[in-house]
């Protein structure tokens, strides 16, 4: 069974925010595969499914981006979830063009508090990730600004098209691996051209 946290904060007024589109993600697949996120417990909102041959929780930490390991550690802790090989965690990166997906098997958390947090309860690095550029932050803008901030209009199509993207890295980690995701995904930029 594969857990697959979408990371974000969970008030109204940050639906749509650069820092929500893991929550994005994770409400595309429920859409798409029809998990209803019903469940309201482990400081999460989660429900149970299959993505193709595979059982699945996909889970949005209530938590605030920043304490989101407080969910996940207890969910993958109660389902029995080997958080090595079968944990991805979506997210925003401020590094990353809008729309551009990158997938990695571990690492840091590159200065993201959200994944700061769930390495620190993990107590390891060493699970699955995919990550969407949300643009780098202009100059002129504080950091807690622009990733509170909503995508213009432009963005928002590439947006649409990176949740896309991102759930399908999510199932080709699960049905093949994660290198076959980051030889899928990993710089590929949105079509620019189509979302005019």
């Given at each position: 069974?594969y857990?697959?946290a979408?990371l974000?904060?969970?008030?109204k007024?940050?639906?749509?925010?650069?820092?929500n589109?893991g929550?994005g993600v994770?409400?595309?697949?429920?859409e798409?595969?029809?998990?209803?996120?019903?469940?309201?417990?482990?400081?999460?909102?989660?429900?149970?499914g299959?993505?193709?041959?595979?059982k699945v929780?996909?889970?949005?930490?209530l938590?605030?981006?920043?304490?989101?390991?407080?969910?996940i550690?207890p969910?993958?802790?109660?389902?029995?979830?080997?958080?090595?090989?079968e944990?991805?965690?979506?997210?925003?990166?401020?590094?990353?063009d809008?729309?551009?997906i990158?997938?990695?098997?571990g690492?840091?958390a590159?200065?993201?508090?959200?994944?700061?947090?769930i390495i620190?309860?993990?107590?390891?690095s060493?699970?699955a990730?995919?990550?969407?550029?949300?643009?780098?932050?202009?100059?002129?803008i504080d950091?807690?600004d622009?990733?509170?901030?909503h995508?213009?209009?432009?963005?928002?199509?590439?947006?649409k098209?990176?949740i896309e993207?991102a759930?399908?890295?999510?199932?080709?980690?699960m049905?093949q691996?994660?290198?076959?995701?980051m030889?899928k995904?990993n710089?590929?930029?949105?079509?620019?051209e189509?979302?005019?």
């Amino acid at each position: 069974m594969y857990l697959i946290a979408g990371l974000g904060n969970p008030e109204k007024k940050y639906n749509g925010t650069r820092h929500n589109i893991g929550f994005g993600v994770i409400d595309y697949l429920s859409e798409k595969y029809d998990i209803d996120l019903t469940e309201m417990k482990f400081k999460g909102m989660y429900g149970k499914g299959r993505i193709g041959n595979e059982k699945v929780i996909l889970l949005k930490p209530l938590t605030y981006m920043n304490l989101s390991g407080e969910s996940i550690r207890p969910v993958a802790d109660y389902f029995k979830i080997d958080t090595k090989t079968e944990l991805i965690v979506l997210s925003d990166d401020v590094e990353l063009d809008p729309g551009i997906i990158r997938v990695r098997p571990g690492g840091s958390a590159g200065g993201h508090n959200g994944l700061k947090n769930i390495i620190a309860q993990l107590g390891h690095s060493d699970f699955a990730r995919v990550r969407v550029g949300v643009g780098k932050r202009p100059r002129q803008i504080d950091m807690v600004d622009w990733v509170l901030g909503h995508f213009d209009d432009e963005d928002t199509v590439y947006m649409k098209e990176a949740i896309e993207h991102a759930a399908d890295a999510v199932s080709v980690i699960m049905e093949q691996d994660v290198n076959a995701a980051m030889n899928k995904w990993n710089g590929v930029k949105p079509d620019r051209e189509e979302v005019k």
